[in-house]
């Protein structure tokens, strides 16, 4: 049977000579795998273009619950990026962005909720300013926690000034020492915490809040809650774009 669906490109491998096969998270259908003939061909009937990381397509697709992989009966783009394809920053942020989908999503099941707030954040990181985007990684990833059923507690007070990333909440001493000890860094983690609560990337006109970050303190901010993912997460491995934020410094 035959479904439209919106769906983000989270990765392609190679198949064969001229075919990929591409994982999607589809609006419709969750986490899905689909074989796609031909489309590495030389010419104008080459579609491989459409299947690149971060891409936000409208598909035709055939499903069957009962195969691992699916069928595309037509393609195309449901949102063409302006900016997102033309800068490295931006870009890199949309690879990050799709790089975490990816560890945490690990089953099929639709969830529009988390699949809406994925697209139109891509869509709002083509759109807003650059500092803005630079931003985006920060709050997109404490947000996402909300999606996930375990999100983080924002129990900062002066007797529990240290977040552990095993319990997800402050605690009164810092048990984990890879974790930056510096108490104005745990009460950073936490004003930043309050502000992701008000993130809505479909909300009119600013909806990403100033966060007055420099690339030191994103970089730091972003190690924490990946270390909190490591925990809450069986098999999530280390960011690959992390360590490109870095380079970028």
């Keep these: 049977m035959i479904f439209s669906t919106r769906g983000i490109v989270l990765r392609t491998v190679k198949y064969g000579d001229t075919s990929i096969i591409a994982t999607v998270y589809t609006q419709l259908f969750g986490l899905q795998s689909y074989l796609i003939n031909g489309v590495r061909t030389?010419?104008?009937?080459?579609t491989a273009y459409l299947y690149q990381p971060a891409s936000i397509l409208s598909l035709q697709a055939y499903h069957n619950e009962l195969k691992n992989l699916q069928r595309i009966k037509e393609a195309s783009w449901s949102y063409v990026y302006s900016e997102v394809s033309n800068h490295v920053i931006r870009n890199t942020v949309a690879l990050f962005i799709v790089e975490l989908l990816q560890k945490v999503i690990r089953h099929e099941e639709q969830n529009e909720e988390l699949y809406n707030f994925a697209e139109k954040t891509l869509i709002?990181?083509?759109?807003?300013?650059?500092?803005?985007?630079?931003?985006?990684?920060?709050?997109?990833?404490?947000?996402?926690?909300?999606?996930?059923?375990?999100?983080?507690?924002?129990?900062?007070?002066?007797?529990?000034?240290?977040?552990?990333?095993?319990?997800?909440?402050?605690?009164?001493?810092?048990?984990?020492?890879?974790?930056?000890?510096?108490?104005?860094?745990?009460?950073?983690?936490?004003?930043?915490?309050?502000?992701?609560?008000?993130?809505?990337?479909?909300?009119?006109?600013?909806?990403?809040?100033?966060?007055?970050?420099?690339?030191?303190?994103?970089?730091?901010?972003?190690?924490?809650?990946?270390?909190?993912?490591?925990?809450?997460?069986?098999?999530?491995s280390e960011l690959k774009t992390l360590q490109v934020f870095e380079q970028m410094a």
Aim: glycine share 6%.
């Design 124 to 236: 709002l990181l083509d759109r807003c300013t650059l500092s803005e985007a630079a931003d985006i990684p920060v709050i997109f990833s404490l947000t996402l926690t909300e999606f996930l059923g375990f999100k983080l507690v924002n129990n900062h007070s002066a007797s529990h000034l240290y977040f552990n990333p095993e319990e997800g909440k402050f605690m009164e001493e810092l048990r984990d020492q890879t974790i930056p000890g510096d108490p104005d860094f745990h009460k950073l983690y936490s004003e930043l915490l309050s502000i992701s609560e008000f993130f809505n990337p479909e909300q009119e006109g600013n909806p990403i809040p100033s966060l007055n970050l420099n690339g030191y303190l994103r970089r730091r901010i972003l190690r924490m809650t990946e270390t909190y993912f490591k925990w809450h997460i069986p098999g999530f």
């Design 42 to 46: 030389v010419g104008k009937s080459s």
